[in-house]
Every structure is written in structure tokens, then in C-alpha cells.
């Protein structure tokens, strides 16, 4: 396990002395834990850091080196609570690309307790939402946006300047830019298709491009929340 907000690791002691301990703890052969200290140090670029005692560490490299810790065995299960809280962006893309290779490569399943939306997007397969102690939805992330209807976003790039295209039948018109050059419309995937929406364009205009954007997570896990705390209606 690991608390962004609690250590494993011995405070006043060098980081590599953290390591030997805990690989005594798990009584590792002295080969497996070298190997095994050396793959996570090289990947958790920590090398400069052996030498430093815990205390000293900033506070990304003593999140690395807490996931490190508790990795060090090689667990079949990972629970990480608030990994990535108070970290810089670079420093969290860090950590999640090393947890995608970590999983990728070690068939580790990573269990996470986050407000962080960015973790629940790149590292989770399956969410589970609680709301008051009580189950709002659990299940595959790709299903999480139906669960309060939530839309898709097209946002196309036309030949020329375009009146708003807001009387589409398939989509909802959001808005344009540049005189109308771009364009942006949502979309319910549940009863319509992007093909569909964008064939309906092409008979207004010519598309040069366009991008789709799925629905913001944090906005589909705050609709849930809100939908819920509603009052029943009255009878």
C-alpha cells in the first residue's frame, strides 16, 4: 500500500537503506532484491537520491521512492491512495507512465482510492463511485459517461466561412470560431453516431477536419453526484 500522506520508509536513514530493510523484511535472495532495487531505481529515475536520507527528499521523489517500497516484492496487488497528490504535472506523468509499464510488464493490479481524475483516466479499467457510503456506479470506465447521458463533442474544420450550423437534427449546436471556420456539436452516442452527425454536416458544408472529444470525467462524476442528492419527486 501506499498514503500520500503516510511513509514506509525509514525517515532519517538513507533511501537505499529503506530498500535493504524492506527487502529483509520480505526475506527477498539477496540477488532478486539487487535486481529488483536496480529495475525500479533505473525507472524511477532514483539513483541520485540512494545516498540522501528520506527526509531531505522533495516530495516527488519521496512519492517515487514510496511506490518503489512498496513494489519491491513484486505484489500482485498495488493500492495506492492518493499517489499523486501535491505532485507537479510532470512529476505525475511520470509516475503514471511507470504504473502503465509497471502493470504492462508485471501483471500488477493497480487498486486506487483518488479525487484525481487525471489517475482514474490513465490508469483505471474499471471505476467504482461511492457517494455517502452508497455504490453509484461500478464498472468499465468507457461505460461511466451513459450513466448521466452524457454527450460527445465534434468539432469539425470547414472549406470556408459557414453560417452556424445549428439545425442539425443528429446534434446539438455548441458553437464556432473564426467566422465560423470551426465548428463544435455534441451528440448523444447512445442514440446517434458520429458518422451520422458528420455525414449531416457534409451536406451543409465541406469538411477539412475534424476531432472528437469524449466527455470531461470529472463533469460525468460531479453530474452523478448531483443526480443522486436531488429530492425524490413528489407523489
Known amino acids: 500500500m501506499v498514503f500520500g500522506q503516510r511513509s514506509q520508509l525509514w525517515w532519517d536513514l538513507p533511501l537505499a537503506d529503506s530498500f535493504e530493510l524492506l527487502a529483509a523484511i520480505h526475506r527477498l535472495p539477496a540477488h532478486r532484491a539487487a535486481a529488483r532495487t536496480a529495475e525500479l531505481v533505473e525507472q524511477l529515475e532514483m539513483a541520485d537520491t540512494l545516498d540522501t536520507p528520506v527526509r531531505q527528499l522533495s516530495l516527488g521523489q519521496r ?7 512498496a513494489l519491491l ?8 491512495d492518493e499517489p499523486t497528490i501535491g505532485l507537479d504535472v510532470v512529476v505525475k506523468a ?29 490508469l483505471c479499467e474499471r471505476v467504482l463511485v461511492v457517494d455517502h457510503g452508497r455504490v453509484a456506479y461500478y464498472g468499465a470506465l468507457t461505460g461511466l ?19 452556424d450550423l445549428s439545425g442539425l437534427d443528429s446534434a446539438r449546436f455548441v458553437g464556432s470560431e473564426a467566422d465560423g471556420l470551426r465548428q463544435s456539436m455534441s451528440f448523444d452516442p447512445a442514440t446517434t453516431s458520429a458518422a451520422t452527425v458528420l455525414a449531416e454536416i457534409a451536406r451543409h458544408a465541406e469538411v477539412r477536419d475534424l476531432s472528437i472529444a469524449e466527455p470531461d470525467i470529472e463533469d460525468v462524476v460531479r ?5 443522486r442528492s436531488r429530492p425524490p419527486p413528489a407523489d
Do not use: C, K
Open 63 to 69: 512519492m517515487r521512492a514510496e511506490i518503489a517500497a
Open 73 to 80: 516484492h513484486s505484489p500482485e496487488l498495488l493500492i495506492l
Open 94 to 122: 511520470r509516475l503514471r507512465e511507470f504504473l502503465i509499464h509497471e502493470r504492462a510488464t508485471h501483471g500488477t493490479t493497480l487498486l486506487l482510492t483518488t479525487h484525481d481524475m487525471g489517475d482514474v483516466e490513465r
Open 145 to 163: 459517461a451513459a450513466t448521466v447521458a452524457a454527450e460527445r463533442l465534434l468539432i469539425v474544420d470547414l472549406a470556408e466561412p459557414t453560417p
Open 223 to 227: 453530474r452523478i453526484y448531483q443526480s
